[in-house]
């Protein structure tokens, strides 16, 4: 087998083309995260399809590109609707989209602010998977990996909307890898820790000013491991997770974040 780099130096552990002839769908890949899976996805030979919100994003050179607001039914209909035409349906389906600004404390958070919350980091999965499982069905396969957060192991007040609603989205993957699995489809979840990413950056910053005292997450910690995480970290784990590598592999929720975060 030959490895392919990630651009850092490190190697996926997936072969060359070992994806070729699979046709993936990634929300949120056009920056941090999401554009480092769908690099990776690439490199292995997937056919790769990426949305964001805004028509002026730009994908990884290789992907195709529809702008797309996953929180609402009517944008993942139309994101649903634009993989059937162009790739006939997916083989894996990653959701990456994701995110809420910190707030001073719970009480801050207002309604709306709950309920976007809740269409970006859970429901937006639920919609898509709805549109998209039944093919995975009819061919009895598929991999489908939800971004979670490795926050929800310590739920903080300014980020409870964000937290809350990943929480869900954990309990939702565990329930839809059962239902899935007789046809052949893994769904599994990863949980990224403090990953350096200009959003990730813009967050923080925010929530130190929002709350000196609780310091803000504003003086960097140093997970276990030494160091922040890179995006191609958390990218090497969902392309793990969506190769044959990991074909008995589902209901799985793998967590990177250097061990910053305690278990249990």
Known sequence: MTDIGNGNGNKTGIGVRELAGKRALVTGGTRGIGAAVVRQLLDAGAEVLTTARSATSTAPEGAE?????????????????????????????????????????????????????????????????????????ERRSGAIVHVSSAAVLT????????????????????????????????????????????????????????????????TPTVPPLGREGRPDDIADAVLFLVSDRASWLTESNLIVDGGEFPRG
Request: hydrophobic fraction near 45%.
């Open 155 to 218: 739920p903080v007040a300014p980020f409870l909307h964000y937290v809350a609603a990943k929480a869900a989205l954990e309990a939702y993957s565990r329930g839809l890898a059962l239902e899935q699995a007789p046809f052949g489809i893994r769904v599994n979840t990863v949980s990224p820790g403090r990953v350096a990413t200009p959003g990730g950056e813009a967050t923080r910053e925010e929530w130190a000013r929002l709350d000196p005292a609780s310091g803000g997450d504003g």
């Open 65 to 137: 590109f529809v702008a797309a607001d996953v929180r609402t039914r009517a944008g993942a209909q139309a994101l649903a609707a634009a993989v059937r035409e162009r790739f006939g349906g997916v083989d894996i389906l990653v959701h990456n989209a994701g995110g809420a600004a910190p707030h001073a404390g719970t009480s801050a958070i207002s309604d709306e602010e709950w309920q976007d919350a809740l269409d970006l980091n859970f429901l937006a999965s639920v919609r898509l998977d709805s549109l998209l499982v039944p093919g995975m069905r």
